[in-house]
């Protein structure tokens, strides 16, 4: 017979299947890259990763992580306090610090992980969180977790909407601590969050700003430091999370960068530091060298924003009408969910691997494809993967 719970998940995965709405997952046999050996396709060029920098797969990167595996071995064995830091862990906090422009940093196993322990740990009954509406999930659950265990107060304002935020501040006079917390770039629109009035806005209440960079560390600004720099005002922000899987190499891990004080109480307080292993050396060293590489070559952040450019204006001379935006996270907008698995299916015989997102990833009746560029593309890459776009597109009748 089978079990309660097989019984409960068997017919909606059934039902995923029937609507069109099932993610089958496609198996690489190589290294991320601009093209990747995809198992039962062969190359296929990948459009939908989050390796904005090409460094996934770059010989530095690669090599530190060897390195540190000879030097420290493969785990850390422990929990950050008992005895699982090490000096790997401090030069790559110092790292990530310098590179978002804050006193100090901490190191999390993932970004998602840095999101949840930021509002459950730093807040308390007195407060109150207030958050984007469009915020990243692990913002979402990091912020009903407090809730939870801190019975802070919790708010959303509308996407973007600074004179609701305003108006949610105002009506909060009373609570202690006012945190406010917005994605740098929203991860499904490629919109870049205000930064500049939000930060008025936030002294002007005395509330502190949170900003997951996670889509902009490495991508945004001349250098790649991320949102604040996009807008001149790196050391600004109280409280930066970002993740190190995306254009920091993509292994994985995330941190929080703060003040000394705020990072030294989630050494001492935050829950997924102190029950929770840390990085393996590996990917610290990896993240590192990753930091390092960026710093060195701006010129790679540069040449992700041509191809963004380049790649945008192509579609949009295709007939498509992707979200606007300078982001390069290029979402085209399709409608239903079906309709958006059915593109990603079509294109992906063609050869370009690009994801759909339905609900409940994006809100009801906005699936989309959405489109990420990468400095490791070249023009053919990006010109091959446009004459797909061009043939599926006029197949489905959408240009
Ligand atoms: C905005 C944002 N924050 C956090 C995360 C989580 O990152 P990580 O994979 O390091 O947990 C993601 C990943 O998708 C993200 O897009």
Do not use: W
């Given at each position: 017979m089978t079990?309660?719970l097989d019984?409960r998940?068997?017919?909606?995965?059934?039902?995923?299947i029937?609507?069109g709405?099932?993610?089958r997952l496609?198996f690489?046999d190589s290294?991320q890259g601009?093209r990747?050996?995809?198992?039962?396709?062969g190359?296929?060029?990948i459009?939908?990763?989050n390796?904005?920098?090409?460094?996934?797969?770059?010989s530095?990167v690669v090599?530190?992580?060897k390195?540190a595996l000879?030097?420290?071995?493969?785990?850390?064995?422990?929990v950050r306090?008992i005895?699982g830091t090490f000096t790997?862990?401090?030069?790559?906090e110092?790292?990530?610090?310098?590179?978002?422009?804050?006193?100090?940093?901490?190191?999390?196993?993932s970004a998602w992980n840095a999101?949840?322990?930021v509002?459950?740990?730093?807040?308390?009954e007195?407060d109150?969180i207030i958050?984007?509406?469009l915020n990243?999930?692990s913002?979402?659950d990091?912020?009903?977790l407090a809730?939870?265990?801190?019975?802070?107060?919790?708010?959303?304002?509308q996407h973007g909407?600074?004179?609701d935020?305003?108006a949610?501040?105002?009506a909060?006079?009373?609570?202690?601590?006012k945190?406010?917390v917005?994605?740098?770039?929203f991860s499904?629109e490629?919109?870049?969050?205000?930064l500049p009035?939000?930060?008025?806005?936030?002294g002007?209440?005395?509330?502190?700003l949170?900003v997951?960079?996670?889509?902009a560390?490495g991508?945004?600004g001349?250098?790649?430091?991320?949102t604040?720099?996009?807008?001149g005002?790196v050391?600004e922000v109280?409280?930066?999370?970002?993740?190190l899987g995306?254009?920091?190499?993509g292994a994985?891990g995330?941190f929080?960068?703060?003040?000394?004080?705020?990072?030294?109480?989630?050494t001492?307080?935050?829950?997924?530091q102190?029950?929770s292993?840390?990085?393996p050396p590996t990917?610290?060293?990896s993240s590192?060298?990753?930091?390092?590489?960026?710093e060195?070559?701006?010129e790679?952040v540069?040449a992700?924003?041509?191809n963004?450019?380049y790649f945008?204006?192509?579609?949009?001379?295709?007939g498509?009408?992707p979200?606007?935006?300078?982001?390069?996270?290029?979402p085209v907008?399709?409608?239903?969910?079906a309709?958006?698995?059915?593109?990603?299916?079509?294109?992906?015989?063609e050869g370009?691997f690009v994801?759909?997102?339905?609900?409940p990833?994006v809100?009801?009746?906005?699936?989309?494809?959405?489109c990420?560029?990468?400095a490791a593309?070249?023009?053919?890459?990006?010109?091959?993967?446009?004459v797909?776009f061009?043939?599926i597109g006029?197949?489905?009748?959408?240009?």
């Open positions: 079990n309660p019984q998940v068997a017919p909606e995965l059934e039902q995923f029937r609507e709405t099932y993610k496609n690489l290294p601009a990747v050996r995809m198992e039962g396709r190359e296929v060029i459009l939908s990763s390796n904005y920098l090409g460094l996934a797969n770059e530095s090599a530190a992580g390195e000879d030097r420290f071995g493969a785990g850390t064995a422990s306090f005895c790997i862990h401090r030069a790559l110092a790292a990530c610090a310098r590179l978002v422009g804050t006193p100090a940093a901490l190191s999390f196993m999101n949840e322990a509002p459950g740990t730093l807040l308390t007195h109150l958050s984007d509406q990243h999930a913002i979402i990091g912020i009903r809730k939870a265990i801190t019975k802070c107060q919790t708010a959303v304002y909407d600074l004179a935020l305003d949610k501040l105002a909060a006079r009373d609570r202690r601590v945190m406010v917005t994605d740098g770039v499904m490629g919109a870049i969050a205000k009035d939000l930060i008025e806005l936030c002007r209440h005395q509330a502190v949170v997951d960079d996670s889509h560390t991508v945004l001349n250098t790649g430091r991320g604040a720099e996009h807008f005002v050391g109280d409280i930066i999370t970002s993740t995306k254009a920091l190499g994985a995330g929080v960068a703060a003040s000394a004080a705020v990072c030294d109480y989630l001492q307080r935050a829950r997924p102190l029950f292993n840390a990085l990917v610290a060293a590192m060298a990753s930091i390092e590489y960026l060195a070559h701006p790679r540069t992700l924003r041509d963004t450019r945008r204006d192509q579609l949009l001379g295709l498509f009408a979200l606007p935006g300078e982001t390069p996270i290029i907008i399709l409608g239903e969910t309709a958006a698995i059915r593109m990603s299916d079509l294109l992906l015989g370009v994801t759909g997102f339905g609900h990833v809100p009801q009746g906005q699936a989309r494809v959405r990420q560029i990468s593309h070249t023009r053919e890459d990006l010109d091959q993967a446009l797909a061009r043939k006029r197949q489905l009748r959408l240009i």
